[in-house]
Structures are given as structure tokens and as C-alpha cells.
């Protein structure tokens, strides 16, 4: 019985020279160069390893700090922010709306004061850090830039990036305040105050990630997060920015899957058709600009509660897909993530994973290993060709937006996540430890658990924020705030000055609903 990959293609049990394109040559480039099939740097990892940065964050500030020193302290390179769902919704800690849900899935950040605090003791000139937060993220970044100019950094020393990718939400993630034409706008705003204020700031991270594990197909991933990309440069543009302005400062997040051969063909997929995109489309000039540069994270949709430790090999194999493909950074995930949130010896096996991978294989003596492939080429053209006419099929809808509007990449998800769950019920899809070699009795696990207090302490801090502050002050701060989003000002400005008066997140956000309403999905969704 053939075998095929998750985007459908049978996979051959040999491949020959004549599975491969005659121009492969061509099409493949040198490392560093157009169209950067091979990567976008010409010594990739031999001259230095990807970013690893993994993700954290839970509880309170300070408890999200204590783990941050750990994570540096073990050897990781960059941090990566996870914040809760109220802060994640633009909503404050006592908001009605967040209760039960305070610092569960991530950190609570309802102020300057809660920012300060996460970064207390991180010199913010010598981490990386990323930041994934999506309708409020340029508010996020305001207050990282004041917790940096508190500590005496200049914002040009700055460097991280904020995931700031809005179309997502709509499709697959739902976080969203904002209809999508001001939402747009707010990330063309960030694009030019960055361009501006904290140039080496990667302004957006335009996800798959999400998608796939909602249950996108490889090709679905890449697909849908390169028609968001494109609609991002339109906005870009249409509001005035040359694309050589903020294009190089672009950078996307993909997963990493098991299936090892496909994951490093859609890698590679991806770069070749961004840079033809980039320069065909828009008149790109800046190599930088036609450029795909991402972070990967290993899928969690793939790991089970079964067995967890089982996790740790099928992390190490993701990991390694995403190194074979040419991440920039990479975060592994802790085995016992499908169970709760990480405790901290998972933590730290997730990046000796990736030290590991970095410092006791030979991965990264050689650019690109699977150049050349017979099978790895000819599966790359094959996504690409696939990609690229479901992008037609986004586009006939007028834009991403158009599609997203009609529900197209949404049921386009969901049509094949059912089609996955089917195939793992009915035992055609093999998952170890929960269809087949399965156990009678699981050992027992012991979860972090979150302090059910939490969610007081942060109401208490935020009734003190406002006792002490300059009302009148924060009151007038919000008004240039909706004065702004009432006209074409970008917003950013006058919202750092309301967060420097000590406005919270949830108060700006607040505001820009006031001005701008709050998205609803229509009910073909």
C-alpha cells in the first residue's frame, strides 16, 4: 500500500533523477542567495547555531521572571513570552470577562508595573526576545521599549519580535478585539513607529503555527500564512511605506511535525516562494526583504498525555525537521505540555533537546545536507506547486481578507483536522501510546499547578496602580488615544505615553474599541 504525506502526495518507495526537476540547479541557488531554497545566509549553522528560545510564561510577573532566569541560566539564547488569555484579549485582570482565566495559559500583564517586574534583573540589550501576543501586541512592545528605557537601553539596541499577526486569529486562534480593516492599520502603525523607533525589532511574526494545529496540512500552513504575508505588504504599502522599509524586518513561525522528509521540503518551499513574491510582486530590491527568516516551534498538537514521555522522542525528531530546514530559532516543547503547563525539569530537557541537537550531532557542519535529495527536491517541488495553487483559490476570493471573510481557509482547516481524527479513531493514523502500544495502567504524573490566589493578588495590584496614579492624566492620555484612532495618526505614540502615565493594557485596548468596535465573525463561521 502507498504511502502518502500529510498533504496527500504518495510517497514513492525510491526516487530516481528522473523525480527531479531538470532545472534543479536553478531553482535550488546557493546558500544565501536567491531564491534561497538552500536558506538566507551562506553559512547558516556553521558559523553559529539557530536562536534557541523557548516559550514561557505563567502565573504572575514575578513567578514568569524566576523561570526566565532558570531558562538563561541552563544556556538559552533568547526568551519568548507567553502571556494569558485576558492580556491576550486586551482585557485587565479584574475585568469580568477574565475571570477564571488569570495566569492560566500564560502570564498576566496588566500594566508597566507587571512589565517591569517580568524583566527585573534581564538586561534587555543582551536577550532576544519574542513576544506571542497578537491584537495587543504593539501595546506589549510600548511597554517592553519603557522597561528597556528604564533601564538606561536605547530602543535601537533592541531586538526580538512580537508575533503581531492578526489575519491568523480570525482563521484559526480567535484572540482577536478589532474588525480586520483597523487591525491592518494597527500593524502597518508598527511597522513605521519600528522602522522609526526600534529598527532592529522584527515587527511581525506571520504564524502557521496555529493553523497547523488546528489541523492544517503542510501545504495548508504555508499557504494560508504566505497569502496573510502578501496581505500584509499590501496594507504596508497602501499606507505609504516602501517595501524596502519594513520587508527585511518581516519573519514568520511555522511548525515542525514528526514527518521529518515533508516538514524540511515545506521549508524550503516556503523561502522559494517568498522571495519570487517578494521580487515579482512588489519590486522588491533589498536581498533582505525577499528573505523568509522564521522561528519554529515543535508540534503540539502532536503530543499525547499517554505516556508522556514518549514526547521527548517525537520533540527530538521535530527539532530536528526544523534544523534540516533552516530555522532561525527554535523552541522544543516539554514533554508534559499536553498535560499542563511545563514544570521545570520538563523546561530544561526541552532545550538540552535542542543542545544536543546543536552540540553533539554533526547537523551543523554542512549547509542545507539535503540538497540534492532526489526525494527531498522533487516532495519540494510538489508542495510548493500545491501551495501555490491554494494561494490562487485564497485570492479569487479578492484577498485573505475576502477569504477569511467567507470562511474559506477556516472550513478548509477543519475539513482536514476531521478527516486526521477519523484516520487516528479508526486506527489508520498510528500514534504510540494512544492507538497502539498502549498501556493498561499510566504511571503517575505530578502537573505544575497554578496558585488559585493569583487571580486576587493581580486584582488587588491593579486596585493599588489606580489609587496611586495620576487619574486625570491617564484620563487625558486616553483621549489622544482615541483622537488617533479617530484619524490618521499613528497610534502607537500617544499609547506609550498613556502606558508611561500608567494606563493599563486593558484601558488602551478599551479606548481603541470605543473608536473602532469589536470584531464579531459572521455565523458562516
Known amino acids: 500500500m502507498a504511502r502518502h504525506s500529510e498533504s496527500g502526495f504518495e510517497i514513492r518507495p525510491v526516487y530516481g533523477p528522473e523525480d527531479v526537476s531538470p532545472d534543479v540547479g536553478e531553482r535550488l541557488g546557493r546558500p544565501g542567495e536567491f531564491p534561497y531554497t538552500r536558506g538566507p545566509y551562506s553559512t547558516m549553522y556553521t558559523a553559529r547555531p539557530w536562536t534557541m528560545r523557548q516559550y514561557a510564561g505563567f502565573g504572575t510577573a514575578a513567578e514568569s521572571n524566576r523561570r526566565y532566569h532558570q531558562l538563561l541560566a541552563a544556556g538559552t539564547m533568547g526568551l519568548s513570552v507567553a502571556f494569558d488569555l485576558p492580556t491576550q484579549m486586551g482585557y485587565d485582570s479584574d475585568a469580568e470577562l477574565a475571570h477564571g482565566e488569570v495566569g492560566k495559559v500564560g502570564v498576566a500583564i496588566d500594566s508597566l508595573r507587571d512589565m517591569r517586574t517580568l524583566f527585573d534583573g534581564i538586561p534587555?540589550?543582551?536577550?532576544?526576545?519574542?513576544?506571542?501576543?497578537?491584537?495587543p501586541a504593539s501595546l506589549l512592545l510600548l511597554l517592553y521599549q519603557l522597561v528597556a528605557e528604564e533601564q538606561g537601553v536605547s530602543p535601537d539596541?533592541?531586538?526580538?519580535?512580537?508575533?503581531?499577526?492578526?489575519?491568523?486569529?480570525?482563521?484559526?486562534?480567535?484572540?482577536?478585539?478589532?474588525?480586520?480593516?483597523?487591525?491592518?492599520?494597527?500593524?502597518?502603525d508598527t511597522f513605521a513607529y519600528c522602522r522609526d523607533e526600534i529598527p532592529k525589532w522584527n515587527t511581525i511574526s506571520i504564524s502557521g503555527y496555529h493553523m497547523a494545529e488546528a489541523g492544517a496540512t503542510p501545504v495548508q500552513e504555508i499557504a494560508f500564512t504566505l497569502a496573510n504575508g502578501i496581505e500584509y505588504v499590501r496594507a504596508a504599502i497602501a499606507s505609504g511605506l516602501?517595501?524596502?522599509?519594513f520587508a527585511p524586518r518581516l519573519s514568520f513561525f511555522f511548525v515542525a511535525r514528526t514527518t521529518l522528509l515533508?516538514?524540511?521540503?515545506?521549508?524550503?518551499?516556503?523561502?522559494?516562494?517568498w522571495a519570487h513574491v517578494m521580487r515579482e510582486e512588489?519590486?522588491?530590491?533589498?536581498?533582505?526583504?525577499?528573505?523568509?527568516?522564521?522561528?519554529?516551534?515543535?508540534a503540539g498538537v502532536q503530543l499525547t498525555a499517554q505516556q508522556p514521555e514518549v514526547n521527548l522522542v517525537r520533540v527530538a525528531v521535530q527539532g530536528l525537521g526544523a534544523v534540516f530546514g533552516g530555522t532561525q530559532s527554535l523552541h522544543t516543547n516539554s514533554f508534559d505540555e499536553a498535560i499542563a503547563l511545563p514544570t521545570e525539569k520538563a523546561a530544561r530537557l526541552a532545550l538540552r533537546t535542542q543542545q544536543v541537537l546543536a552540540y553533539e550531532t554533526d547537523v551543523?557542519?554542512?549547509?542545507?545536507?539535503?540538497?540534492?535529495?532526489?526525494?527531498?527536491?522533487?516532495?519540494?517541488?510538489?508542495?510548493?506547486?500545491?501551495?501555490?495553487?491554494?494561494?490562487?483559490?485564497?485570492f479569487a476570493h479578492g484577498s485573505s481578507v475576502g477569504a477569511i471573510e467567507t470562511g474559506f481557509q477556516k472550513n478548509e482547516i477543519e475539513s482536514t483536522a476531521y478527516r486526521t481524527a477519523q484516520e487516528i479513531d479508526e486506527g489508520e493514523r498510528v500514534v504510540v501510546g494512544v492507538n497502539k502500544f498502549t498501556l493498561d495502567e499510566e504511571d503517575h504524573y505530578e502537573p505544575l499547578r497554578v496558585d488559585p490566589t493569583i487571580e486576587q493578588a493581580q486584582r488587588d495590584r491593579l486596585s493599588e496602580l489606580r489609587a496611586e496614579r495620576d487619574?486625570?492624566?491617564?484620563?487625558?492620555?486616553?483621549?489622544?488615544?482615541?483622537?488617533?484612532?479617530?484619524?490618521?495618526?499613528?497610534?502607537?505614540?500617544?499609547?506609550?505615553?498613556?502606558?508611561?502615565?500608567?494606563?493599563?493594557?486593558?484601558?488602551?485596548?478599551?479606548?481603541?474599541?470605543?473608536?473602532w468596535?469589536?470584531?464579531?465573525?459572521?455565523?458562516?463561521?
Do not use: W
Request: aromatic share 6%.
Open 262 to 273: 515533508e516538514e524540511v521540503a515545506k521549508f524550503r518551499a516556503a523561502r522559494r516562494i
Open 242 to 245: 516602501d517595501v524596502d522599509e
Open 364 to 394: 551543523t557542519a554542512t549547509v542545507d545536507p539535503f540538497a540534492g535529495s532526489y526525494l527531498v527536491e522533487a516532495m519540494t517541488d510538489e508542495v510548493e506547486a500545491a501551495a501555490r495553487e491554494l494561494m490562487y483559490r485564497v
Open 282 to 298: 512588489f519590486g522588491a530590491k533589498n536581498p533582505k526583504s525577499m528573505m523568509l527568516r522564521f522561528h519554529t516551534q515543535t
Open 157 to 188: 539596541a533592541l531586538t526580538g519580535t512580537i508575533q503581531n499577526d492578526i489575519l491568523k486569529e480570525y482563521i484559526a486562534r480567535g484572540t482577536y478585539i478589532f474588525p480586520p480593516a483597523p487591525s491592518l492599520r494597527l500593524v502597518s
Open 124 to 135: 534587555l540589550d543582551k536577550v532576544s526576545t519574542s513576544m506571542t501576543i497578537n491584537a
Open 517 to 525: 468596535g469589536a470584531y464579531r465573525p459572521p455565523e458562516t463561521f
Open 471 to 515: 487619574s486625570a492624566a491617564v484620563a487625558a492620555a486616553l483621549d489622544e488615544v482615541r483622537a488617533a484612532a479617530n484619524g490618521t495618526a499613528n497610534v502607537l505614540h500617544p499609547a506609550k505615553l498613556a502606558l508611561a502615565a500608567m494606563a493599563t493594557v486593558g484601558e488602551v485596548c478599551d479606548a481603541l474599541r470605543e473608536v
